[in-house]
């Protein structure tokens, strides 16, 4: 079973950036597949971006061009960058792990765009 915990969220205003960070323990890191998603108040869950175990990106397209996930598997963390922030990217950011064997999800961190 893996464990996952978030960091690095907080407020920012329009225009900055944050670097969200996930730590994973408790399984071998590398053979997952990990991916962010947030959810806004009042909305559903909704995918941020995924990297896989080899290391391929995907983000959805309002995120394409501002956000960047990469992953070090030496410390069993993958991150998100996030740039020109806008208030409309504030959420609860979640991480989580996926495999043939199962996906964990992680507690969230709260990012919060204003000024």
């Known amino acids: 079973q893996v464990q996952l915990v978030e960091s690095g969220g907080g407020l920012v205003q329009p225009g900055g950036s944050l670097r969200l960070s996930c730590a994973a323990s408790g399984a071998i890191f590398s053979i997952y597949h990990m991916a962010w998603y947030r959810q806004a108040p009042g909305k559903q869950r909704e995918w941020v971006a995924t990297?896989?175990?080899?290391?391929?990106?995907n983000y959805a397209g309002s995120m394409q061009g501002r956000f960047t996930i990469s992953r070090d598997n030496a410390k069993n963390t993958v991150y998100l960058q996030m740039n020109s922030l806008k208030p409309e990217d504030t959420a609860v950011y979640y991480c989580k792990a996926s495999n043939i064997g199962g996906a964990y999800w992680g507690q969230g961190t709260q990012v919060t765009v204003s000024s």
């Open positions: 990297i896989t175990s080899a290391g391929i990106t």
